[in-house]
């Protein structure tokens, strides 16, 4: 199942940078896509979301971009710091199939000091 | 802050053996998810529930499955006998009614030998 792709299974930045992970997708039937951040041995966090009708969300440090005709979405982290350093899933959905999360493969997130 | 929590934390079983993997997901959360993640894979949605009943399953979600909510509190998965491939971390999630910010518990590793 490759409906949801991350295509970069790792990102090294340093400490205030910004932090930019990508998703693609190819399912156009997504209503809703989501980040998710997991540190080892921890259940995915959940991070930040956005629905299909917006392009951009923001909360604090973490901004989401979708951009619908490319099929892609992206995280920005700014500034980026070492507590950020985990793996980011991108997860989708689609509106009435029972709350179905699609994940992508992840991103290691490595933030150095 | 509330959330999901996932008993044991690693479960060891042999093949063709029955397990019980246990969650409590949050007290207000009306929808219930398990999910799995074989070890370098993508995290793998098995099944949703929702007022006592399944909403959806993925083709994983054979006849060696069932769910259980048994009591106001308890979400359970069963695997009625194990095979070696069912070996992975399993993540039990909940939602409130917008389902879509789904909220995860810490995991049970299950090893199958």
């Known amino acids: 199942d490759q409906q949801v792709k991350q295509n970069s299974p790792s990102l090294s930045v340093q400490e205030g940078r910004i932090s930019i992970l990508n998703c693609d997708y190819t399912n156009s039937m997504f209503d809703y896509f989501l980040w998710y951040k997991k540190y080892p041995a921890e259940g995915p966090t959940f991070l930040i979301s956005?629905?299909?009708?917006?392009d951009k969300n923001e909360d604090g440090r973490f901004t989401v971009f979708l951009n619908k005709s490319a099929k892609h979405l992206s995280l920005h982290i700014v500034p980026s710091q070492p507590g950020d350093s985990a793996v980011y899933f991108c997860?989708?959905?689609?509106?009435?199939?029972?709350?179905?999360?699609?994940f992508g493969q992840g991103t290691e997130l490595s933030v150095k000091p | 802050e509330p959330e999901v929590t996932q008993t044991p934390s690693h479960q060891v079983t042999q093949m063709g053996q029955e397990v019980i993997l246990r969650c409590v997901p949050i007290?207000?959360?009306?929808?219930f998810y398990w999910y799995r993640q074989i070890l370098g894979q993508k995290v793998e949605f098995l099944v949703s529930?929702?007022?006592?009943?399944?909403?959806?399953k993925s083709e994983i979600f054979d006849d060696q499955f069932s769910v259980e909510r048994p009591d106001g509190s308890n979400f359970t998965l069963k695997i009625r006998s194990t095979k070696l491939e069912d070996s992975a971390m399993y993540f039990c999630?909940?939602?409130?009614?917008?389902?879509?910010?789904?909220?995860f518990g810490p995991g049970t590793r299950l090893t199958v030998t």
């Open positions: 529930f929702y007022n006592n009943e399944i909403s959806e």
């Open positions: 997860a989708a959905i689609t509106y009435n199939q029972g709350g179905k999360l699609i």
């Open positions: 007290s207000n959360h009306l929808y």
């Open positions: 956005i629905s299909s009708i917006k």
């Open positions: 999630a909940s939602a409130t009614a917008s389902e879509y910010e789904q909220y």
